[in-house]
């Protein structure tokens, strides 16, 4: 064997540990990302869910008031009121009171409604103050990531 013959065998032997760390770089770079993108789904996912329920909890009061609003429209005296049920229906459960249902803060708050001339709603103030008619804003909040 002569020298060249050596330095080739040499550089066979160096290549192959290159290709060995090259392809497991490629390996953990995949296998990362494929774990990134798992976590991140199942947590779009949850958030997902979590959305669902919320809009679910904001349609529940503003269908409690107006199932509220069927009994007796006087009942509405409040700017901001949690919701209970009785067996006679839903009730409001006070001024300044607040949901709380599992992770979730429910707030209905009720505000005038003005009208212009034209009997069209308008910001306030506007040309005279229905009082026949409420807004009603329900909020619902949660913490998305706990801590």
């Known amino acids: 064997m002569d020298i060249f013959t050596k330095i080739k065998i040499q550089n066979k032997q160096g290549q192959s540990l290159l290709e060995v760390i090259l392809a497991m ?5 995949l296998a990362g990302t494929l774990v990134t993108l798992a976590t991140g789904g199942f947590s779009a996912l949850e958030q997902g ?15 409690a008031v107006r ?3 069927d009994q007796a429209w006087n ?12 067996p006679s229906g839903w009730n409001f459960v006070g001024e300044a009171s607040t949901d709380v249902i ?4 429910r707030i ?5 409604v003005c009208r212009d001339q034209n009997n ?3 910001e306030c ?13 329900a909020l619902v909040s949660w913490e998305i990531r706990p801590g």
Not at 25 to 29: D, Q
Not at 75 to 86: D, F, I, N, Q, R
């Open 49 to 63: 869910g979590e959305q669902t329920e919320a809009e679910a909890l904001a349609d529940e009061a503003i269908e």
């Open 120 to 122: 069209s709603i308008v």
């Open 75 to 86: 009942k509405m005296l409040y700017g901001e009121s949690a919701v209970t049920t009785t």
């Open 125 to 137: 103030p506007g040309s005279y103050t229905d009082i026949h008619t409420k807004k009603v804003d």
């Open 25 to 29: 770089a490629i390996f953990v770079l």
């Open 67 to 69: 199932g509220i609003r």
């Open 102 to 105: 599992g992770q979730y803060t």
């Open 108 to 112: 209905i708050t009720f505000s005038q």
